[in-house]
């Protein structure tokens, strides 16, 4: 029901007579009859009147009732503002960057790879991930070689084996001059095992672009402290390696390249172990509890001389490009 107009009705007497009052109507003079008349007149254009102002209070209340329904309509009708159009961000500033990157995956750039020059003792690190080829000799076969590997949680040195795996540790000290294993990590850390990492993917499945054969020694022997490359089967070796922090590493079958055993730095061991998590009951292994990077790996070599280096003295390469 429309609600109307307050003051469109408003209160008024009723006109009737009184029962005592009929009896002298014979007895009124034609003047009475006459101001009676007019009386009733006045009476039914107040009714008329009353009538009208019902009449127009109808129509103002339909028409009230109108207005407010096209309202109504009008209000829940989409409008520009309510239909959003997707739009794609084609610049940001630096505070909405974050927003951005979220809506919009940002490209990974692809992997470059370059050819294995070999480095001196002396270049600067580089940030190549990936080479070509895997190097051709790139050290003293007459030196020996050490490597202080520093990570986020301390560091420990290496001495690499090149009389029983020339090749690896060629391959070894090649990658680390490079600068190739710095900002990587240790993706896989597995308590009373080993630590494993070198890898640019962080996830196991990752390498330097090419593959160098399998060196294994019969008589080698995996305790804790041996340093042994990561493969994906026979002859698939490229930049992974791993540790033997625990008891539980010593009874690793001989599948994989020796090449060298840690001399220096077990506590850095220790704390990188124990930042492992251990493996579910259903044998899936967990990520470390927080990443362990390494930082810089600095090569060392006692009695090398340039000279005997046939990639960089131009001789023809003594390894095999994998």
């Given at each position: 029901m429309v609600a109307c107009p307050r003051g469109l009705f408003t209160s008024h007497r009723r006109v009737g007579r009184a029962p005592w009052r009929e009896a002298t109507d014979s007895v009124r003079s034609a003047?009475?009859?006459?101001?009676?008349?007019?009386?009733?007149?006045?009476?039914?254009?107040?009714?008329?009147?009353?009538?009208?102002?019902?009449?127009?209070?109808?129509?103002?209340?339909?028409?009230?009732?109108?207005v407010?329904?096209?309202?109504?309509?009008?209000?829940?009708?989409?409008?520009?503002?309510?239909?959003?159009?997707?739009?794609?961000?084609?610049?940001?500033?630096?505070?909405?960057?974050?927003?951005v990157t979220t809506q919009v995956p940002a490209t990974v750039a692809p992997v470059v790879a370059?050819?294995?020059?070999?480095?001196?003792?002396?270049?600067?690190?580089t940030t190549a991930k990936a080479f070509t080829a895997a190097p051709v000799q790139c050290i003293d076969p007459k030196a020996r070689y050490?490597?202080?590997?520093?990570?986020?949680?301390?560091?420990?040195?290496?001495?690499?084996?090149?009389?029983?795996?020339?090749?690896?540790?060629?391959?070894?000290?090649?990658?680390?001059?490079?600068?190739?294993?710095?900002?990587?990590t240790f993706h896989r850390v597995i308590p009373g095992f080993i630590i494993?990492?070198?890898d640019p993917?962080?996830?196991g499945t990752g390498g330097p672009g090419y593959t160098i054969p399998d060196e294994i020694s019969p008589n080698a022997k995996f305790q804790i402290g041996t340093v042994a490359m990561a493969n994906s089967g026979p002859n698939q070796n490229g930049s992974q390696f791993f540790v033997v922090t625990g008891k539980n590493g010593e009874n690793?079958?001989?599948?994989?390249?020796?090449?060298?055993?840690?001399?220096?730095?077990?506590?850095?061991?220790?704390?990188?172990d124990?930042?492992?998590?251990?493996?579910?009951?259903?044998?899936?292994e967990l990520a470390p509890q927080r990443p362990i990077t390494i930082t810089s790996i600095t090569v060392t070599a006692k009695g090398e001389d340039t000279k005997r280096i046939p990639g960089v003295t131009g001789l023809v390469p003594t390894t095999t490009s994998g």
């Open positions: 003047s009475s009859v006459d101001t009676v008349n007019k009386a009733r007149r006045e009476v039914g254009d107040d009714h008329g009147k009353i009538g009208g102002r019902l009449a127009a209070g109808a129509v103002i209340g339909i028409l009230l009732l109108g407010a329904s096209a309202f109504s309509l009008a209000k829940d009708a989409p409008t520009t503002e309510d239909i959003v159009t997707p739009t794609v961000e084609t610049t940001a500033t630096a505070a909405d960057t974050t927003a370059v050819l294995p020059t070999c480095p001196l003792p002396d270049d600067a690190p050490r490597a202080v590997i520093a990570t986020s949680e301390g560091e420990f040195t290496i001495e690499l084996d090149q009389q029983r795996a020339p090749l690896t540790t060629n391959n070894f000290v090649f990658l680390a001059r490079k600068g190739f294993y710095n900002g990587l494993q990492g070198g993917k962080a996830n690793i079958p001989n599948t994989s390249s020796v090449f060298a055993r840690v001399v220096k730095g077990t506590k850095t061991l220790d704390a990188i124990a930042l492992g998590v251990p493996p579910t009951p259903d044998g899936q």
